[in-house]
């Protein structure tokens, strides 16, 4: 279980996070709707230390319990060692190909030796369908291509809870799909995933629990059919109309 109490950030004098708490369970896909601004990609951050929360306790199992204000240097990389984090903007080493780019982790992050890191690599290119690009560089690949390799090299980590922050919004619409896909694939398997999207088919479908925040605070959570069928919360429930209208185009 994953455990974050009263987590709060603030930048400068404006205070983006106002004391979250929110628990996982082991093998639950949580899904963080809100609007841009809300507070859930810093939220995201600071979970893996990406962003330094300013006040706050964090927990993984009992492996790891950190006090944000005075963490050790050593439980820091402990958390980071627990997490992995997929990002908005894919975050591949231009300079590597895709194998190398999966390896890099596990070779500098775990130790591993170069061949038992490259076979780890392989057998992942090969279940996101892409081992016959493990040698082609992010420039040649579809943004759909580079999402599924950061994914993969989040996998390769064997993280405790992979952290996913908007996956599919930097994506062409027909490369969404291939995304979402792998994502449905990897929460079979039963792996802990926190994610924070605009996707509201994949968080109804996908999701255990599902987190509404706005303003830096949590207004409301719950199960996919509590808080995106039946909310309670009016801005819960304006937030959501809003999402489901259909775009308006001037010819």
């Not at 958390?79 to 070779?107: D, S």
């Not at 992050?109 to 279940?127: C, G, H, N, T």
């Not at 039963?190 to 994949?202: A, N, P, S």
């Amino acid at each position: 279980m994953i455990k974050l109490a009263g987590i709060k950030k603030s930048f400068k004098n404006h205070q983006v996070l106002k004391g979250i708490d929110l628990q996982v369970k082991k093998g639950e896909v949580l899904t963080i709707l809100g609007p841009s601004g809300s507070g859930k990609t810093t939220f995201l951050r600071c979970i893996n230390y990406l962003e330094k929360p300013d006040e706050g306790i964090i927990e993984i199992g009992d492996a790891l319990k950190i006090n944000v204000k005075k963490p050790a240097k050593k439980d820091i990389l402990k958390l980071r060692q627990h997490t992995a984090m997929v990002f908005q903007n894919y975050n591949l080493f231009q300079n590597k190909t895709a194998i190398e780019n999966i390896v890099e982790g596990l070779i500098v992050a775990q130790k591993r030796s170069k061949s038992e890191a490259i076979s780890i690599a392989e057998r992942l290119l090969d279940k996101i369908g892409l081992l016959h690009k493990r040698d082609a560089y992010p420039s040649s690949l579809s943004g759909g291509q580079q999402q599924r390799i950061g994914i993969a090299r989040a996998l390769a980590l064997n993280p405790d809870v992979i952290l996913f922050d908007e996956p599919t919004s930097s994506l062409d619409p027909e490369m969404v799909g291939e995304v979402l896909n792998l994502m449905k694939d990897i929460a079979k398997e039963g792996i802990t995933m926190i994610v924070v999207t605009h996707e509201i088919d994949f968080a109804r479908e996908v999701s255990n629990h599902v987190v509404f925040m706005d303003g830096g605070h949590i207004i409301e959570e719950g199960t996919p059919e509590e808080v995106i069928l039946n909310p309670q919360k009016d801005r819960t429930k304006q937030f959501l109309r809003r999402l489901s209208k259909e775009p308006e185009y001037v010819i």
